[in-house]
Nanobody, 115 residues
Framework: QVEQVESGGGLVRAGGSLNLSCVDS????????MAWYRQAPETERVFVAA????????YYTHSVKGRFTISRDNAKNTLYLQMNSLKPEDTAVYYC????????WGQGTLVTVSS
């Protein structure tokens, strides 16, 4: 099982950037496809982006394509999400997890984008 700790969230104005990190402490990080998910207030958690174990394939939900970049460093057991051109609708708690999700979640990191 993968255990994750997310960080890097904060308050940013529309058009700004943030870089999220997720450190895995559960072991075998490099064996799993990983993803970022987000949950806006009073909504369900949804998929944002995914990356395969060798970083050969990346997938994005339509609303973030061209603005967000997912990457990973298997030597550091760390997953990243570079977010550029942020919009108020990107406001959410961001979580990392396996892809597909195994149902295990960390505490997430809050991203707030002001207009």
């Amino acid at each position: 099982q993968v255990e994750q700790v997310e960080s890097g969230g904060g308050l940013v104005r529309a058009g700004g950037s943030l870089n999220l990190s997720c450190v895995d402490s559960g072991g075998s990080f490099s064996d799993y496809a990983m993803a970022w998910y987000r949950q806006a207030p009073e909504t369900e958690r949804v998929f944002v982006a995914a990356i395969d174990p060798s970083s050969d394939m990346r997938y994005y939900t339509h609303s973030v394509k061209g603005r967000f970049t997912i990457s990973r460093d298997n030597a550091k057991n760390t997953l990243y999400l570079q977010m550029n051109s942020l919009k108020p609708e990107d406001t959410a708690v961001y979580y990392c997890g396996t892809y597909p999700s195994d149902g295990a979640w960390g505490q997430g990191t809050l991203v707030t984008v002001s207009s």
